[in-house]
């Protein structure tokens, strides 16, 4: 059987200070907030409209303690992963629960609030060398 395709990009803006945190065993991780707009100008009104989504994106090990230190809010940033699901049951109200982030496999920053207007000299936060997440152990995952 072959394997299935779970790519996804984004390219957004930081909306949230990401805070680093480590599991019992070490591993370090960090939540990124990702705030990505779409604009378009409607055919019957000519009205500008705008869609806003948050994207919740999970970064281990090197590229989390990297992007804990260079991210603040406001930076724009260009995420590559795969997506992953987690399901849950709260007992109390008997309802399913579930949420869904990029697990992040490399990341850049585009610009951050400052830079706007000027090119940035930051090198890419390239994963593909410091994050060895294991993609079909879902024990390491949170």
């Not at 299935?4 to 990401?18: C, H, I, K, W």
């Not at 109390?92 to 990341?107: D, E, I, N, P, R």
């Amino acid at each position: 059987m072959a394997n299935d395709l779970n790519n996804s990009r984004l390219a957004g803006t930081v909306n949230r200070l990401p805070e680093i945190k480590m599991l019992k065993s070490g591993l370090a991780y960090i939540y990124i907030s990702l705030l990505t707009t779409q604009r378009w100008q409607e055919e019957r009104t000519g009205s500008l409209k705008t869609y806003e989504d948050l994207h919740s994106i999970l970064a281990f090990k090197e590229l989390a303690r990297r992007a804990n230190s260079q991210l603040t809010v406001g930076s724009r940033i260009y995420v590559e992963g795969t997506l992953r699901t987690n399901c849950w049951v709260e007992k109390s109200a008997q309802k399913c629960g579930f949420s869904m982030h990029l697990v992040a496999t490399a990341m850049q920053i585009l610009a951050r609030e400052a830079d706007y207007g000027r090119p940035t000299k930051q090198k890419p936060i390239d994963a593909s060398v410091v994050l060895l997440f294991p993609q079909n152990d879902p024990d390491t995952w949170l």
